[in-house]
């Protein structure tokens, strides 16, 4: 049996972001699942039990042994809010279950601070953007727990948001957010912008191998690529 990944995009997007990747992971042997949620209409609270939970029981309660993730962006925090809340409810996910996450806003993004109180960015982006802030949900979460997680983040900035950060970054989440979280089981790190992760070749070789070994590396030591 295939082992079964749900593909989940990030805060204005659309499951169309994520069909390249889930393409690529069809052909590696899995078997992959775009979530569609209203990533703009909810809170992160209401996002995972829509997104997230539905997805995940039907899959164990049709026999799958583990459920992987590929998450992009707000995406992340919803399943690091779902894994940890099954972990502390003593019902973690399946032992071997993995998720790659592409630039998660884990320490929060400088960029909704700077935008949760502006408009047209608060109407249209809902109320998930006045909880990714610096001081928001994910800082709140504590360590990753309930399954084994990769995070690649990027490094190429975009303007005019590459102003509001201090160090490397992918214009919208810097690396130090991405990476800064306990509990993760291996980092990596691309030369690509916040938009386009989820498309880059080197990033789904990263993601196939993460999911298959659990580590970004190869046998040789690599983890990043540019």
Same mark, same amino acid.
């Given at each position: 049996?295939?082992?079964?990944?749900?593909?989940?995009?990030?805060?204005?997007?659309?499951?169309?972001?994520m069909v390249p990747m889930a393409r690529?992971?069809?052909?590696?042997?899995?078997?992959p699942r775009v979530v569609d949620y209203?990533?703009?209409?909810?809170?992160?609270?209401?996002?995972?039990?829509?997104?997230?939970?539905?997805?995940?029981?039907?899959?164990?309660?049709?026999?799958?042994?583990? +459920? &992987?993730? +590929?998450?992009? $962006?707000?995406?992340g925090v919803l399943v690091r809010a779902?894994?940890?809340?099954?972990?502390?409810?003593?019902?973690?996910?399946?032992?071997?279950?993995?998720?790659?996450?592409?630039?998660?806003?884990?320490?929060?993004?400088?960029?909704?601070?700077?935008?949760?109180?502006?408009?047209?960015?608060? $109407?249209?982006?809902?109320?998930?953007?006045?909880?990714?802030?610096?001081?928001?949900?994910? *800082?709140?979460?504590?360590?990753?727990?309930?399954?084994?997680?990769?995070?690649?983040?990027? *490094?190429?900035?975009?303007?005019?948001?590459?102003?509001?950060?201090?160090?490397?970054?992918?214009?919208? +989440?810097? +690396?130090?957010?991405? &990476?800064?979280?306990?509990?993760?089981?291996?980092?990596?790190?691309? $030369?690509? *912008? &916040?938009?386009?992760?989820?498309?880059?070749?080197?990033?789904?070789?990263?993601?196939?191998?993460?999911?298959?070994?659990?580590?970004?590396?190869?046998?040789?030591? *690599?983890?990043?690529?540019?």
């Amino acid at each position: 049996m295939r082992d079964p990944v749900l593909l989940l995009h990030g805060l204005g997007r659309t499951g169309l972001s994520m069909v390249p990747m889930a393409r690529a992971l069809r052909r590696a042997g899995f078997a992959p699942r775009v979530v569609d949620y209203p990533s703009r209409k909810h809170a992160i609270g209401p996002l995972v039990e829509r997104a997230v939970v539905p997805h995940v029981d039907a899959l164990l309660d049709g026999g799958a042994e583990r +459920v &992987h993730f +590929v998450t992009h $962006s707000l995406g992340g925090v919803l399943v690091r809010a779902f894994a940890a809340d099954r972990a502390d409810a003593e019902a973690p996910l399946p032992a071997g279950s993995r998720a790659v996450m592409l630039a998660p806003p884990h320490g929060g993004s400088e960029v909704a601070d700077a935008l949760r109180k502006r408009e047209p960015f608060r $109407s249209v982006l809902g109320p998930t953007l006045g909880e990714l802030g610096t001081d928001g949900v994910p *800082t709140q979460l504590g360590p990753v727990r309930g399954l084994e997680v990769g995070v690649i983040a990027g *490094t190429r900035r975009i303007v005019p948001f590459g102003r509001a950060f201090d160090g490397p970054n992918d214009g919208l +989440v810097s +690396v130090a957010s991405a &990476h800064g979280t306990p509990g993760l089981a291996d980092r990596a790190v691309v $030369s690509k *912008t &916040h938009a386009l992760l989820m498309m880059s070749p080197a990033v789904i070789r990263l993601t196939i191998r993460f999911l298959r070994t659990g580590r970004f590396a190869d046998g040789q030591g *690599t983890a990043s690529e540019p």
